[in-house]
């Protein structure tokens, strides 16, 4: 018998398997997987995060007979790095590490890219020695250098001064007060493209991106800028760039924009794509104009937070079952509600990417589409033209959909047909703005939609908020004073035998002792009793009793339980359910 040949991806599964990484249970059910969906063995590996990219290049090198090299501690000279043209690096995922005489020692993240190699021989005229590195490492290490290169706002700040006191020219635009009607647009337009400008711009865009911020804000002021990110919720103020780059950055923005630089008297809205360490980043840009000049504000959109399933979305065993229940019914109406900014679209966005299949044919319409999901019909609102989310449903309706996502129910006639469709067979997914998930039933009522229909229709409501967790690297015990349970009207009790931690502030964290947010949501199912309410016209402080006690845990029970498990703090729990 012919001994049985094994592909890269299960020579590699063998050596994790033989360093204590995987199990080979592991791997059976790996390679299971790989045949259903025909992924790469080692891309599931790493997608579901059971072994860490780290240990994959060590035991890849292993298998290869490469030496790993882990470039998180080790320092590029930039002359060593200047030997390969940037745009090849980021291509081929490499880096040079070190040159000796004739040999350059190159990181890759597949040593096995014969082609690769040729090229960079080619290029730099050298011996390449390879040398295997994870890709995250290699993206991260170029983008460190990328960002030394183009230097820090202060640089920018520097290099504008210099220019200007060397122009001194009389028709150099200058900004004061709201005077800026007279500036030659040619001029504009030319001095959006100068070097300062561009790296400004990027440099601005970078740092936000790096920092997780999910919107930036450029806010003029009559002799400042303000420069704030948004992270994990809240507002950050950092270096602001020079008073006189105002128009010049503005500009620059509108034209990664695809927008108007001659239109700054009336609001405008465009988006722009950029790459940053290897990933491509969605950016909503709106301009406002105010008394000293425009405001931007950009929403970074990144696909990466989608989760590509309910499951990972963290809610507790009994939301995630009623949840998952209501995504599989076959029609209804869920309704995902909460204040801006609290990831309703998100979450429906993942329950979209769990239902997104070939069988089923799915449209949605938003104001404005967020994320691009393959697969799915997405329909952007239009109201200049008269494409209303009441226009554009009435159209998809007739389009034979099977799933139906709304981005907000704002008014009654967009409401009739979400009721209308869902009660027609089709599954409609919608976000609604109030407080708890039975003030979603309220809501719909006092748009006029009659309370029978309403029982009929809607399977689910939720009310969701983002929870901000507590920094893993400065995570220290707290000891809360009785005022705190006073205020919260919980009983100390509950944390028996728990211990409540709290973040101390650190450098990671910007001395916030937070990083990054989670999803808590609350969710009522619509059962035969709440339906009775339902029709009974009934508060929603009646229709949160009988929920409660058929199972919903509240948006203040899964914040607790948050606190309760050292993820996140007493104080976030006050803060987002106050009024609970």
Known sequence: MPPVIKSFGERIADALVEDGLLTSKQVEELLEQQKKEGTRLLKLVVEKAIVSEQDMTVSMGRVLNTPPINLSRISIIPEVADLLPREVAHNYKVIPVSRLENKLFLAMADPLNVLAIDDVKRLTKLDVVPMIASEKSIIDKLSNIDASKSGSMQDIIDDAKKAAEEEKDP?????????VEDVNLDQLAASSEEAPVIKLANLILVQAIKD??????????????????????????????????????ASRLKIMSSLDIAERRLPQDGRMRVKVSG?????????????HGEKCVLRVLDKSNLSASLDKLGLDPDTFQQFKAAVDSPHGLILVTGPTGSGKTTT???????LNSPVYNIVTVEDPVEFQLPGINQVPVKKEIG???ANALRSILR?????VMIGEIRDTETAEIAVEAALTGHQVLSTMHCNDAPGAIVRLDDMGIAPFLISSSVVLTCAQRLMRRICSH?????????????????DPGIFDGVTLQRGRGCERCKGSGYSGRLAIIEAMTISDEIRKLVIARANTREMGKIAIAQGMRTLRMAALDRARDGVSTLEQVMVLTQSH
Do not use: W
Request: proline residues 8%.
């Open 171 to 179: 028709d150099n635009i200058e900004v004061s007060g709201i005077a």
């Open 212 to 249: 997780r911020a999910s919107d930036i804000h450029i806010e003029p002021f009559e002799k400042v800028i303000r420069l704030r990110y948004r992270v994990d919720g809240a507002l950050l103020d950092v270096t602001p760039p020079p008073k006189q780059m105002q128009l010049a950055l």
């Open 279 to 291: 990933k491509d980043y969605d950016l909503r840009v709106s301009f406002l104009p105010t008394v």
């Open 348 to 354: 429906l966005y993942s329950a979209l990417n769990e």
């Open 387 to 389: 494409l209303t989310f």
């Open 399 to 403: 389009q034979d959909p099977d799933i």
């Open 474 to 490: 400065c995570k220290e015990p707290v000891t809360y004073n009785e005022k705190m349970y006073q205020d919260l009207n919980i």
